[in-house]
């Protein structure tokens, strides 16, 4: 077999994994926010992120993969052709481009972290936060007082919580990690789609100097009959 055919091969069913983690990660999280009726303090953080992420936008980025796998294989099996292969290319830069903007409006809204944070304590209820003043070791999100905390275990009144620092910070770094990590994998999920476009490329090169024999022999066989 080729040796780029067979690169193309391999990594085509990295590319065929990536939608599976996609698509799989994106139905678990869904799933567990809906089962989450009554957060607990080690999962509320993670919840109320995932809450605001682009999940269903996975799913669909997940399945224009899935598509692009069964174009490949025409593409891949049959030695000849070009046309299954440049579709199979279109796909994957459309893929490329869908995961990209996933990725970037992750790694944008780190940028803002904190606002946002704001933004989704505010609307969250007073149990809520309060399971996050009791996962953080907090009161209130700037300080005790902006916005007023919540009494609880860990806030027991307002002398107790005048000594706590607010949320903001400590929040802030657990979503920036978390959020991180995410965007960090889903580059990489990029970086393997540019490695695939490369081999489609220098795949279509062969197959159209294959071509190019091929019709050469045909010419040259005609001529001497």
């Known amino acids: 077999m080729d040796k780029v055919l067979l690169f193309l091969i391999i990594v085509d069913l ?5 939608g599976g983690v996609m698509v799989g ?7 567990d926010i809906a089962r989450s009726t009554s957060p607990t303090v080690s999962s509320v953080a993670e919840n109320l992120l995932l809450m605001h992420a682009p999940l269903n936008e996975a799913i669909a980025n997940g399945g224009l993969v899935f598509f692009a796998f069964l174009i490949s294989l025409p593409a891949l099996a049959l030695q000849f052709t070009r046309g299954w292969l440049k579709a ?3 796909l994957v830069i459309a893929s490329t481009i869908f995961t990209l903007v996933i990725g970037l409006s992750i ?3 780190t940028l803002r972290t904190r ?3 704001q933004t989704y304590w505010a609307e969250e209820s007073s149990e809520t936060q309060s399971l996050l003043q009791r996962r953080f070791n907090c009161c ?4 005790a007082a902006t916005p007023s905390f919540r009494q609880d275990s860990t806030c027991t009144n307002a002398l107790v919580a005048a000594q706590k620092p607010g949320c903001m910070g400590s929040f802030s770094d657990f979503a920036n990690r978390y959020l991180n990590r995410v965007f960090t994998v889903i580059f990489g999920f990029v970086a393997l789609d540019v490695v695939i476009l490369l081999g489609v490329a220098v795949l279509l090169r062969d197959r159209l100097e294959r071509a190019r024999f091929h019709y050469s022999d045909l010419k040259n066989g005609l001529r001497s009959i």
């Open 88 to 90: 199979y290319g279109w």
């Open 140 to 143: 209130g999100y700037i300080d």
């Open 107 to 109: 790694w944008f809204s």
């Open 14 to 18: 990295l590319f065929l994994g990536t």
């Open 115 to 117: 606002s946002q944070l």
């Open 25 to 31: 990660l994106s139905i678990k999280f869904r799933n």
